[in-house]
């Protein structure tokens, strides 16, 4: 059974920094592409940030390129993301989530952990 | 960057009514669609891929449709348990993008 577990959501002050982590299992981690999704309060879905299966590619939205970092540790299979320079408006839920080969879609989501940022 | 756009906002209905829900593209994304039902405090979980294919475990009354820019979910009969938010997914290159929702509510 697939299983996809994020941690690591907080209270942080604007301007400040958080890692996310999503432990994965069920799976051949380091055959898949994996993304963060985050959906801010009352908001609908947005893509974050995708990297390959192999760690070498990365892609970010608009909204935190320069700001964020995601990463992976194939050896752990778990997902992170270093979250930087923080500002009200990355207060969301994160959810970790899993993409088959060469798709354009996400076949299993995680649980979702909460950011808040906020002095 | 393609812009997805869903409709309505909001779906009234009542259990074992049919469900009809929208979602257009700002431009042609060939087949590559995808649909997801969301309920608060859970995983979205993926409905439809490549605009028709129901995924693993989906139920026969879910069905997508359309090419292009045009698409379309739709549930054949409410269950309790379909009331949700559902959105719809593209990817362009390296871009990957969510209309704004549709809720589903009972009427």
């Known amino acids: 059974e697939v299983q996809l577990l994020e941690s690591g959501g907080n209270l942080v002050q604007p301007g400040g920094s958080l890692r996310l982590s999503c432990a994965a299992s069920?799976?051949?981690?380091?055959?898949?592409?994996m993304t963060w999704v985050r959906q801010a309060p009352g908001k609908g879905l947005e893509w974050v940030s995708t990297?390959?299966?192999?760690?070498?590619?990365?892609y970010y939205a608009d909204s935190v390129k320069g700001r964020f970092t995601i990463s992976r540790d194939n050896s752990k299979n778990t997902l992170y993301l270093q979250m930087d320079s923080l500002r009200a408006e990355d207060t969301a839920v994160y959810y970790c989530?899993?993409?088959?080969?060469?798709?354009?879609?996400?076949?299993?989501w995680g649980q979702g952990t909460l950011v808040t940022v906020s002095s | 960057e393609i812009v997805l756009t869903q409709s309505p906002a909001t779906l009234s209905l009542s259990p074992g009514e049919r469900a009809t829900l929208s979602c257009r593209a700002s431009?042609?994304?060939?087949?590559?669609l995808a649909w997801y039902q969301h309920k608060p405090g859970q995983a979205p979980r993926l409905l439809i891929y490549?605009?028709?294919n129901r995924a693993t475990g989906i139920p026969a009354r879910f069905s997508g449709s359309g090419s292009g820019t045009d698409f379309t979910l739709t549930i054949s009969s409410l269950e309790p348990d379909d009331f949700a938010v559902y959105y719809c997914?593209?990817?362009?290159?390296?871009?990957?993008?969510f209309g704004q929702g549709t809720k589903v509510e009972i009427k």
């Open positions: 989530a899993k993409a088959p080969p060469h798709s354009s879609y996400f076949d299993y």
């Open positions: 069920g799976f051949t981690f380091s055959s898949y592409a």
């Open positions: 990297i390959s299966d192999g760690g070498d590619h990365t």
């Open positions: 431009q042609s994304v060939s087949y590559s």
């Open positions: 490549n605009a028709s």
């Open positions: 997914q593209q990817r362009s290159s390296n871009w990957w993008t």
